[in-house]
Structures are given as C-alpha cells and as structure tokens.
C-alpha cells in the first residue's frame, strides 16, 4: 500500500483538483493506497472540504490540528499515522505534481529506499523565493557533513523502513529533508519543473522561511557555533596588537590624550562581536531548551485514523 502524505494550510481550493490529480495517478502504480491530509490549522473552509472527502472515500483519512504548527510537522503526523509500505509526501497546492509519483514509485522499485524530486525551475515564485531558495541549499550544503541535496524539497517516496527511523528521530525541529539524507540508505531522484500554485497564496511566510532555514542549519552544521569560536580568538588577538599599540603611545610617544577614538572603536567593536557570539549560542541553547522540555509535537483535534486498526 503507498500512503500519501498531503499538509494543508489554507488550501481549500486545491483540495479537489490535488485530490483527483492524485488518484489518477496512484491508480496508475496498481498499489492499494491511502490519503492522509493534515489540516494544519488552516483558517479557511479546508477541514470541511476534507470532512467531505472522508465520508464519500475510505481511502481518505485526516488529521486536524489543534492550531498552525507548520509544514514540517504536518508531514511528522503523517508519517507516524500513515500504515503504507510506500509513503509519499506531497504539497497540496499543485507545484508537486501527482503525475510525478508513479514515475517515483517505478524508480523506487529498481532498488532504492528514497526517490527525491529535484527542482529544475521553479515558475510562479517570486525573484526573491527562488534566489533564497538556492542560495540556502547552496550555503547548507557547504555547511554541514551530511549529504543534502541541493534544490529539493520534501516531495519525495520513501519506503516504510525510512519512515520508521525518521519516526525515531526525536529531535524537535524537524527538517525532514536533511533527516533523510542523514539516515543514509540508497538514495536516486528524478527532475522535473516546479509549477506555479493551483490557487490560493503560499503559507510559507518569511518567518517561516527563515525558521527553517536556521532549523535546517543548527540540526545539520555547528559551523555557526565554530563562527563564535573563531572570530572570538580574531578579536582578542586585534585587541592583543591594539594594547601593545596603546602601551607604546602613552609611555614612547606620550601621546595617550588623542585615544579616546580608538578606545570607542574598539568597544563597539568588541561588544558587536560579543553579542553576535552570544546570539549564536542563544539559538542552539533555545533549541536544546525545546528539546529537554519534550512537549508533544503536535496537538490531535480529531481524526479519522484509528491507530490500532491494522
Ligand atoms: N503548509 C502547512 N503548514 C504551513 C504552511 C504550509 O501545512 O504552515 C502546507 C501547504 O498547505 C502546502 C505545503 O505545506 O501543501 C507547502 O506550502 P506552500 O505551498 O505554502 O509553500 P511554498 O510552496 O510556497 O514553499
Ligand atoms: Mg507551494
């Protein structure tokens, strides 16, 4: 059985047309299968819409959430409720297209334990999404030992096995495309071009953004924490040469009236570098912080997946 995983926040519009798309496609790999939809707090009709679909299909289970936790965690949930052998995880907004996972699933059956889809272009995105987009794949990447790969999202089909160790993974800032590549295994993909929204805006914010860009650093670099480190050792060596440099003008030169300049320079310089250090552990701190607090990931409201059932 393949189990479909589909998040969705404010996408009411594109439940239908994603929700048609996908069976046709999935019939076409001849497997049973199952769509999870995770309403992730949205603030539109999408969880009537989904209801609907639910009555009228077995096939079709949802999850909703108490509030908005974000994508990440929408497509936790599905993974731990999903029962397939196969899951698949897909946006709901039509710029993954279904079409796509029969020609996934094909490639997984050749051997391998996760099919990533690799963007080629990306329509309908604003100049800014997409040189951020590259830019940040391109900057974790240097980053961090593991290896991520480059313009790819979570559109992907993953085999049961990867699913149950990502469900083992405890960590609570979930970057799920990392988390992956981390786990290893035989990995390929295919490529294709991202399309442009069905309808509707996107729910990834930049705040949004920016989290998980800085979750997918600190869960997949300590280069951020060396940073500190290192300009920490440059600093205190300037100011090193800086003291030697004031030693000598105010007993050689007796020139040590004029130094009010350099003393505020080297302040404001110092206390800049300092904070950015301190900033730096602030954020690994939090993160730690949420992990020790080990609050449930997310809130269940109601649900139509019985999780004892099998
Ligand atoms: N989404 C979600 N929670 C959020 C934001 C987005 O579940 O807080 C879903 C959204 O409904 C879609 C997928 O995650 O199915 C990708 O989001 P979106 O299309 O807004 O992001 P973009 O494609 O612009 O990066
Ligand atoms: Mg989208």
Same mark, same amino acid.
């Given at each position: ?134 830019? &940040?794949?391109? @900057? %974790?990447?240097? $980053?961090? /030992?593991?290896? !991520?790969?480059? +313009? ?87 100011? &090193?040469?800086? @003291? %030697?440099?004031? $030693?000598? /003008?105010?007993? !050689?030169?007796? +020139? ?55």
């Amino acid at each position: 059985m393949i189990s479909v995983i589909v998040p969705i926040y404010n996408e009411e519009k594109n439940i239908l047309p994603i929700f048609l798309r996908l069976v046709d496609s999935l019939k076409i790999t001849l497997e049973k299968f199952e769509i999870i939809f995770i309403n992730d707090g949205s603030r539109d009709n999408s969880i009537f819409e989904l209801k609907s679909l639910a009555s009228r299909h077995e096939f079709v289970k949802f999850i909703n959430f108490s509030r908005n936790f974000g994508h990440q965690i929408a497509v936790s949930a599905g993974l731990d409720m999903c029962k397939g052998d196969f899951a698949v995880i897909i946006d709901a907004d039509g710029q993954d297209p279904p079409e796509l996972i029969p020609v996934m699933y094909n490639k997984l059956k050749e051997g391998y334990e996760i099919v990533y889809a690799r963007r080629n272009k990306r329509k309908g995105e604003s100049v800014f999404k997409k040189i951020t987009a590259k830019l &940040f794949y391109r @900057i %974790l990447s240097k $980053l961090t /030992s593991v290896d !991520i790969p480059i +313009d790819t999202g979570d559109f992907r089909i993953i085999k049961k096995k990867v699913v149950e160790h990502i469900k083992k993974m405890p960590e609570k800032q979930k970057f799920l495309r990392g988390q992956m590549a981390w786990l290893g295994f035989s990995q390929t993909y295919i490529e294709y071009d991202r399309n442009e929204r069905l309808s509707g805006k996107t729910g990834y914010t930049l705040k949004k953004m920016l989290r998980l860009a800085l979750d997918g650093i600190t869960s997949f670099s300590n280069f951020p924490l060396r940073l500190a480190t290192i300009s920490g050792f440059l600093c205190a060596f300037a100011g &090193f040469i800086l @003291i %030697l440099y004031t $030693l000598y /003008s105010r007993f !050689i030169l007796k +020139d040590y009236e004029k130094g009010w300049s350099s003393l505020m320079i080297t302040i404001i310089f110092l206390g800049g570098i300092q904070l950015i250090g301190i900033g730096i552990i602030g954020e690994y701190i939090s993160r730690i912080y949420d992990n020790i607090r080990n609050r449930p990931l997310y809130i269940i409201d109601e649900t139509n997946i019985n999780k004892t059932e099998e």
